[in-house]
């Protein structure tokens, strides 16, 4: 799975499809292959929403400076 | 109390008192007087030489000059300004040189309204301003669909169990982080601003929260400081403040990209809701079939003027063709549901409420739709040569603007 950057991509490539496939003077065969992906585009978006519990993290600087995300008990 | 003046009278043969020496015996006389407070407005207000403060402080029928010693005046948390209305404890005395009663004050403190706290805040809020930090075109959206959201609040707060509730039910798909700091008390501005300063080195970041439940002024008192506020107007990520206060304007509300009255208002501003970017992947699946249904109809319908056209030597291909397209068409709804739902029933999850994706709601989330005079969308930087007029559609109007010249 993509990460949700990916669900913002996923929407605008979407959308990018359906103009492509509102224009009439594209190939049959180009109009299926976009279709096929949108499919599968709007597949890995619904997978972001269905993902996951939320995490919950606290960030914390250790002695040496270095940053730490350590997971915390919801 | 018994106050003597400490000079005896003279008698008539003696000699008679220099003046210096009635002021002196005067000066003797008012230093026997206990320190008192006094409630009064300032006017007048001058520094003088050294650092010496002299103003008069007055009320409807009186007035009395004060003077401030340097020594006095670098202990004073602010200086105080003409109108201001103020305790000031000290004694009294005489200014020999102009025969004037004068008032010694050794300690200034605001009265409860109009003190130092409103003056300092609004010293504060002035130096945010002159550094461009209140301009309003350095406010930055917020990320859509964010994958990590920071919380800069304190660890044992109702804000962050608010925050976590909220984003749980609205944006599960992402991590919460907390980055605590105390929130009130004399520690508060260090610690915020040392988890505003570590939060802006964690580079995984894409929205920040800052803020904290109610609480009365003096709670809030940590959000008016103005470091605190320079460290939020520094974060390379947008921010949201979220002081749960609803009259009070803090500074960190002033600087933040976005103001939210609550901490919960603010992790609904920081995520989108689940169920509403599902309406929205719903819309987009109709356009999609609907779309492509579309094209391949198109395609059908030349497939019928070709054969048309060619006659019967290639019908049979022909009559295969149509066919095929038209199967397509069908089954292109069918196609898309069974592949999409597995067995869910998408419409079970969409409610009948309004479409919280439309362009308004992400107006309100703090984009805005650039047009020209006709009203066509300017998507791209060609469109907008400099001196270029163009109007700003935002949530609640339109604004008009014009390309600054190179």
């Known amino acids: ?74 | 109390m018994n106050l003597e003046f400490p000079l005896d009278l003279p008698a008539a043969e003696d000699r008679p008192f220099s003046v210096t020496e009635v002021m002196e015996g005067a000066r003797q006389l008012l230093q026997q007087l206990p320190v008192v407070w006094v409630q009064g407005e300032v006017s007048g207000f001058k520094v003088y030489g050294q650092g010496q403060w002299y103003f008069t402080l007055k009320d409807r029928a009186a007035t009395m000059s004060c003077v401030v010693w340097a020594e006095d005046a670098r202990r004073m948390p602010a200086r105080p300004e003409d109108g201001m209305t103020v305790f000031a404890r000290g004694h009294l005395t005489v200014f020999p040189k102009r025969g004037q009663l004068q008032f010694t004050v050794r300690q200034l403190i605001p009265t409860p309204e109009g003190g130092f706290h409103a003056l300092q805040l609004e010293r504060a809020r002035r130096a945010l301003e002159r550094d461009g930090l209140l301009a309003p075109e350095r406010k930055r959206p917020l990320p859509a669909f964010p994958a990590c959201v920071g919380v800069v609040t304190s660890p044992e707060g109702a804000a962050w169990r608010d925050i976590v509730a909220v984003v749980a039910r609205r944006w599960p798909a992402c991590e919460l982080m907390l980055i605590g700091a105390r929130v009130q008390g004399a520690d508060a501005p260090r610690e915020l601003c040392q988890a505003l300063a570590l939060a802006a080195r964690f580079p995984r970041l894409d929205v920040l929260i800052v803020g904290r439940g109610g609480g009365s002024a003096e709670d809030l008192q940590a959000f008016n400081d103005e470091q605190v506020a320079r460290a939020v107007a520094a974060s390379p990520v947008p921010t949201i403040s979220a002081v749960g206060h609803e009259t009070d304007v803090t500074l960190t509300d002033l600087v933040a990209d976005v103001r939210a009255a609550t901490p919960s208002a603010a992790a609904e501003k920081a995520v989108p809701d689940r169920r509403a970017v599902a309406r929205q992947l719903e819309a987009v699946r109709r356009h999609l079939t609907q779309a492509a249904g579309r094209r391949v109809e198109v395609g059908g319908m030349r497939v019928r003027s070709a054969a048309a056209r060619m006659g019967a030597a290639v019908e049979g291909r022909v009559r295969d063709a149509m066919h095929r397209a038209d199967t397509a068409r069908r089954g292109m709804d069918a196609a898309c549901e069974r592949r999409l739902h597995g067995g869910r029933a998408l419409a079970d999850r969409l409610g009948a409420a309004l479409d919280a994706l439309s362009p308004l709601r992400v107006l309100e989330r703090g984009f805005a739709v650039p047009r020209d005079a006709a009203g066509r969308v300017l998507r791209r930087m060609a469109a907008f040569p400099a001196g270029t007029p163009f109007r700003l559609r935002v949530v609640d109007g339109e604004v008009q603007a014009r390309v600054e010249e190179g």
């Open chain 1, 1 to 74: 799975m993509t990460g949700p950057g990916g669900l913002q991509a996923d929407l605008e490539r979407l959308e990018a499809i359906v103009r492509a496939l509102e224009q009439a003077e594209l190939a049959l065969d180009r109009a299926l292959a976009l279709f096929e992906e949108g499919v599968a585009r709007l597949r890995d978006a619904r997978g972001h929403l269905a993902a996951a519990e939320l995490r919950l993290t606290q960030l914390r600087e250790s002695a040496d400076g270095s940053l730490d995300a350590a997971d915390l008990d919801g």
